[in-house]
């Protein structure tokens, strides 16, 4: 069975960081993403990684202050926020780029105060 499980969300003020993780079982993947989901909006791209090789891609909104990265032998994969600003505020999930339905879970809530 695949499952993707995110931790690491909380709440936090304007400016500072989290963490968030993601671990992976079931199966490999060649590429896996963050995505975010805001209140009233739609789900979007965050970042994501090509696990072999280690190229990443970030979404303007985020680039230069998001990190994303992976340790293979563990399955798992990070999103380091810094700066965080009130407009991060979502649930964050991982899944694979593009995205598979059946692959969503639960998320992890990011919740950035002014």
């Known amino acids: 069975q695949v499952q993707l499980v995110e931790s690491g969300g909380g709440l936090v003020q304007a400016g500072g960081s989290l963490r968030l993780s993601c671990v992976v079982s079931g199966r490999t993947f060649s590429t896996l993403a963050w995505f975010r989901q805001a209140p009233g909006k739609e789900r979007e791209f965050v970042a994501g990684i090509m696990w072999r090789s280690g190229s990443i891609y970030y979404g303007a909104p985020v680039k230069g202050r998001f990190t994303i990265s992976r340790v293979d032998g563990a399955n798992t994969m990070y999103l380091q926020m810094n700066s965080l600003k009130p407009e991060d505020t979502a649930i964050y999930y991982c899944?694979?780029?593009?995205?598979?339905?059946?692959?969503w879970g639960q998320g992890t809530q990011v919740t950035v105060s002014s």
């Open positions: 899944n694979t780029d593009p995205p598979v339905n059946s692959y």
